[in-house]
Each structure stands twice: as C-alpha cells, then as structure tokens.
C-alpha cells in the first residue's frame, strides 16, 4: 500500500462530508432503487462521483467498488481497489438524523488495509491502516472488556433475536441497541462504547469494509458469522453476515448460535 493511501482516505472522507452537509436537511430528492435495496437521494450521487473522480485520478490503476455505481469486474483484476459507501445510513440522513457516515476503504488482494469512516455531523472520523492503530479524530482506541454476554450492550437489530438463530431456542439476555450506520456500528466497538455487533445476514462490502479494518486494528475480533476471516472485493461484493466483539465476548456468541448455513 503505498505510503499516502490513509492520508488521501481521510482527506477524501472530509471532502465527502462538506458535500453531504449542503443536502442534508434541505430535502434532496429521493427515491426508490427497487429490487428492495432502499432509497438513494441526489447526496449519495453527488458525493459518490466526487469521490469516484477524486480517488480515481489519485490511484487511477485501482480497482473501483462503490454502492452507488455500476460494478466493473475489472477491480478483481486489480492490485488495491477502492471499497466505497458513499452515504451509510441513508434513511437516517432523509429524515435529517446526524448518524449517518462515509465509508471509504482499500483493499490490497482480498483484505483491507486503509479504512475511514466519517461521520461529519458529529465530528467523528474513524481511521485505520493495516500496520497501524485504530484512531478517533487521531487518538488510538480500543474495544472494551465486557466479559459476560448477559451483561453486554451488543449493536443489532430486532431480527437477531428471533429464536431459530440461536440454541435452545433461547437468545442471549444482552442489552440489544442499534444505530442507523452499519459502518458507525462496527467503529462503536472499536472504540468500547458497545462491546459487540452482530448481524445474521448478508452484508454489501461497502457498509463494513473501512469499519472493519477499524474494529480488527483496535484489537476487536472480527468474523463473519461462521467465525470466518472477512474476505473483500468479491465477484459478489456480499459478506455473510458479522460478529464483532472483544476478545472474551467473541467465542461466547460463536457458541451459544445454532450453526447457520452459508448464503
């Protein structure tokens, strides 16, 4: 990875927020994508093509993978390819919430190696090279050490709990919390303000490639949810499903799932 590649992420990241911030509240246009994949506003356009002309003149031998673009299958030939979500948490910025963020990350083979994650309304950016610390606004962090599932505070939505997920039929009686960005949630348990993250369904590359990286360089334990090492840049840009959480708190939830089938 070239020496400049988090530098560049992070000053691409802010750029994509000034953009954001001139729609957000402002009632951009909205609309349906169909096929079931949710809205997309004029603000997810406007920032996926700055950051498509400014990442691309900047390293124009990578590969390219964003939500908000047609996929070419000339990025799994590539060496590094950009990993983009140009808006994570859209609903969230139609209806004016300030959790919405920026993902933006960089794969070199099949794993990440430079992840930002922006969330300008807030004053939070999220950051992460593969040889170096996981930041917030430049300071290192860390996961917490929760120790008993009973008692942890886990990021997730209200389908997790359903109980063919889980043995015995009987889900964990942790504290369940959510927050709009799929993104922002894997950088709050980097950072220890939750102590895990678990989705039982697919998720795009895009919404957790940079968060990722963040979580597994703050010292969290990152799978999907077989217990599997994350893979990127895909033919299908699709990850099975996550489990993040801190050291003691990982192995806990691998064992109470029932064994899922792969997608």
């Keep these: 990875m070239p020496a400049h590649d988090l530098e560049l992420l992070l000053e691409a990241a802010q750029e994509a927020g000034e953009i954001a911030r001139q729609y957000w509240r402002q009632q951009p246009e909205v609309w349906e994508k169909g096929s079931n994949e949710g809205p997309v506003t004029e603000a997810d356009l406007a ?40 808006i994570d948490g859209t609903r969230a910025f139609i209806d004016g919430q300030q959790g919405f963020s920026h993902s933006l990350a960089i794969s070199r083979g099949d794993r990440i190696v430079a992840g930002v994650v922006h969330l300008p309304e807030l004053g939070l950016t999220y950051a992460a090279s593969a040889d170096g610390p996981a930041t917030l606004n430049g300071a290192a962090i860390s996961p917490s050490k929760a120790r008993l599932l009973a008692r942890a505070d886990v990021l997730t939505n209200k389908a997790t709990l359903e109980p063919h997920f889980w043995k015995g039929r009987q889900p964990p009686n942790f504290k369940r919390s959510f927050r709009p960005s799929l993104a922002w949630r894997l950088c709050l348990i980097a950072d220890g303000r939750f102590d895990a993250t678990i989705s039982l369904r697919g998720a795009w590359e895009w919404d957790i490639a940079a968060g990722s990286l963040i979580a597994e360089r703050a010292g969290a334990t990152v799978t999907d949810m077989h217990g599997a090492e994350m893979r990127f840049n895909n033919p299908v840009p699709r990850i099975d499903g996550l489990i993040i959480a801190g050291e003691a708190l990982h192995p806990q939830i691998m064992e109470r799932l029932n064994r899922l089938p792969r997608s």
């Design 47 to 86: 920032v996926n093509d700055h950051l498509h002309q400014r990442l691309m003149t900047a390293r124009p031998d990578y590969g390219w993978l964003s939500e908000e673009s047609a996929d070419d299958s000339t990025r799994l030939d590539a060496a590094h390819c950009f990993i983009i979500d140009p």
